[in-house]
């Protein structure tokens, strides 16, 4: 008999409920886009140098839980990372194992958003296998960006055409 009653309390509940489940917010929404900051590059004797990173981040095609960061450093060297998932709705766990060079490199780092604006916090570390499955650390990139506005066209402005 009760289990009666609750099920006919729960089941109006659910009807009210599934349209707010349907409309959940994304929770990848906080680092979609584009972003671009100062970064510094700490290669393996731990000598820094600055420059600019940019930052695309897109979710991977195919597969929900993943997204695709690609990182460009130095104007032109564009690395692509495609194992990256959510740690929580503010951080993205930057994970990926590559080939440069025939050499692989394992990728392992973070990015840190409060608001999806600008992101405080990012770090990502390169490790190159020595051969022998041994990695040992090749570089690291710890950077900071803002969220680039996006910039849509504008139509060309319609000329006025003469009367005769």
């Known amino acids: 008999m009760a289990s009666r009653r609750h099920l006919a309390w729960l089941l109006p509940c659910l009807f009210v409920l ?5 409309q959940a917010p994304d929770t990848g929404r906080l ?7 100062p970064a510094n590059v700490f290669d393996e004797q ?4 600055t420059t600019n990173a940019r930052l695309s981040i897109f979710p991977a095609p195919g ?11 130095f104007r032109d060297r564009v690395s692509r990372f495609t194992r990256c998932t959510l740690v929580n709705d503010n951080e993205l766990r930057v994970r990926d194992e590559v080939l440069v060079d ?3 490199v394992r990728v392992d780092g973070f990015l ?29 990139v710890k950077l900071a960006a803002q969220r ?7 139509p060309p402005p319609v000329a006025a055409t003469p009367e005769p």
Do not use: C, K, Q
Request: proline share 5%; charged share 25%.
């Open 18 to 22: 599934s349209p707010a489940l349907a």
């Open 63 to 73: 597969d929900a839980r993943h997204f695709v960061v690609e990182l460009t450093l």
């Open 112 to 140: 840190r958003t409060r608001d999806g604006t600008r992101l405080e916090e990012g770090y990502i570390r390169f490790f190159v296998d020595e051969g022998r499955g041994d990695f040992r650390p090749y570089y690291a």
């Open 148 to 154: 680039v506005a996006v910039n849509t066209p504008t």
């Open 102 to 104: 025939l050499r692989r």
């Open 46 to 49: 731990n000598v820094m140098t």
């Open 31 to 37: 680092f979609l886009g584009n972003w671009e900051g």
